[in-house]
């Protein structure tokens, strides 16, 4: 691995140096191209490489195949098997660093740089770098939240207040579906009040430092905000789209428009997230905004490349993003562009973007951020919600919070690397790593644990999201006792019955 890594770290220099000016003589030939994206994704993709092949004046013909692979397993297939990998695929922004330190991104150079930035929105563009450098193409920035209402239930005149919003749904006996036992989704709160948390990385993409204020002050108006939903009985942890089962508000993104539309009909309503009030001042409950984005595999064969850049630069152009944005029921994928140009294109829009544009003035870009933090994030409302509420409460919660971030920075390089269960297994849910011991590649685990038809679980590293295996969810297929073991050379995770 280390020798195919330093022939593609040679082959990207080489990139480097195909010059623009004489892209044409340079670049002209055929080229088999494998590209992995969503399966949503895949027709409208290999029509537009089509379109590419006919349109580009540089002689470059693609011979794509487009294969169906979300982009949270692509990240996952990539790094088990850069070389086996896609040449081209869509990735989630917060794999990015993983996918940096197991060598299967490009890193761009200056042109390709350049188009990155002049085309895209400030966070997308964010989202693409490691260091000082660029590693990928943005695709869309529409990765955030805003607020679904039932508009039979919630007054149009209510939206901009969570208190009102609460006991509007009280008095009806309907749910506030809001995930906020999720970071994702509860970070939005602090950064409302003007709270940030910024994770560092180097040129490598391994994370150095954190500056994070979550534990202030300002973290402690945000907490009292929290407090005020998940201690209402019409709160439920949910972004799910569950209007049929009570929900009178669901908190969530684009990619559930089409669904709440058909479940709303006539009473369907969109907004920005509201503001909550404490000790006399209104704050206006902040979002990550995030991206999806394009990746190149390094390619051995310089020019081949320096093709696949003209392609992904087509690709993640105002057109293609355009075509993208178009809504589901007029053909398209409803993804919100990064593209500027794209961004203003009237075609695109639908009543979900349009809130999700209104929510990003209060966004934050999402960073990269390391593995853990979404485990150590996630309890601050779950300690939240099991307090009284009181400010002495409040703080130990955001305390215990700050302690565990400073523990990542702590760990020992065997911590970073050992590999423990995480799931619905032996009493514990998704809260708690089960430890595993290594022979040469195999793990297993220190315990057999009994286990139902239908229990899930994944086995990650260093107790961090960055590593973990399978893509999905293992899930039990019969009862039993089973030991759980993973072959770390290629990401296989299998059960042996414990005899």
């Not at 169906?68 to 086996?84: F, G, I």
């Not at 006539?266 to 404490?278: G, R, Y």
Request: glycine letters at 8%; hydrophobic letters at 40%; one cysteine or more.
């Amino acid at each position: 691995m280390k020798k195919f890594l330093s022939i593609l770290l040679a082959a990207a220099m080489l990139l480097s140096l195909v010059c623009v000016a004489n892209a044409e003589s340079q670049l002209a030939g055929t080229y088999d191209v494998t590209i992995w994206a969503p399966e949503a994704a895949t027709a409208l993709t290999s029509q537009q490489v089509k379109a590419f092949n006919e349109s580009n004046t540089m002689g470059i013909v693609i011979n794509a195949t487009v294969e169906p692979v979300s982009e949270a397993d692509a990240a996952s297939n990539m790094t088990t098997d850069v070389e086996a990998g896609a040449d081209m695929f869509f990735f989630a922004q917060d794999q990015l660093s993983r996918l940096i330190q197991a060598g299967a991104l490009t890193t761009l150079g200056v042109a390709a740089t350049e188009f990155v930035k002049t085309n895209n929105t400030a966070g997308s563009i964010l989202a693409a770098q490691s260091g000082d450098s660029y590693y990928a193409y943005p695709l869309t920035a529409d990765n955030g939240y805003f607020m679904y209402y039932d508009k039979s239930v919630i007054p149009e005149e209510d939206v901009d207040s969570l208190e009102k919003l609460i006991e509007d749904c009280e008095n009806a006996g309907k749910n506030f579906s809001y995930d906020l036992e999720n970071a994702f989704y509860n970070a939005g709160v602090f950064f409302g009040v003007g709270c940030h948390s910024d994770w560092k990385t180097d040129d490598n993409g391994t994370f150095i430092a954190i500056d994070d204020d979550f534990n202030s002050d300002k973290g402690l108006i945000a907490a009292k905000g929290i407090y005020k939903l998940v201690s209402s009985p019409c709160y439920v942890s949910s972004a799910n789209p569950d209007f049929e089962s009570n929900s009178a508000i669901v908190v969530t993104g684009t990619w559930n428009y089409g669904t709440i539309l058909e479940q709303l009909g006539d009473n369907f309503a969109v907004a920005d997230l509201p503001s909550f009030t404490v000790d006399g001042t209104e704050y206006h409950i902040g979002s990550y905004s995030g991206c999806k984005l394009l990746g190149l595999k390094p390619q051995q064969d310089a020019v081949k490349g320096a093709a696949l850049n003209q392609l992904a630069q087509y690709l993640t152009g105002q057109e293609c993003q355009s075509q993208r944005a178009v809504p589901p029921a007029d053909g398209g994928l409803g993804w919100g562009p990064s593209n500027k140009a794209a961004l203003e294109d009237p075609a695109c829009s639908n009543p979900a973007l349009v809130a999700l544009n209104e929510q990003n003035v209060y966004a934050v870009p999402q960073p990269n951020v390391h593995g853990s933090w979404w485990d150590i994030a996630k309890v601050i409302t779950t300690d939240i919600k099991a307090s009284d509420g009181s400010d002495e409460a409040l703080k130990a919660a955001l305390q215990k919070y700050e302690d565990s971030i400073s523990a990542v920075f702590e760990m020992t390089d065997e911590m970073r690397n050992a590999f423990a269960v995480i799931g619905t297994v032996n009493g514990t849910n998704w809260d708690a790593d089960l430890p595993m011991t290594a022979d040469g590649d195999i793990w297993t685990s220190n315990e057999a644990y009994e286990m139902t038809a239908g229990t899930e679980f994944k086995v990650r590293q260093g107790k961090s999201w960055d590593v973990a295996y399978p893509a999905d969810n293992f899930v039990v297929e019969a009862d039993g006792t089973y030991y759980v073991q993973l072959n770390a050379a290629d990401g296989t995770v299998t059960l042996v019955e414990a005899e």
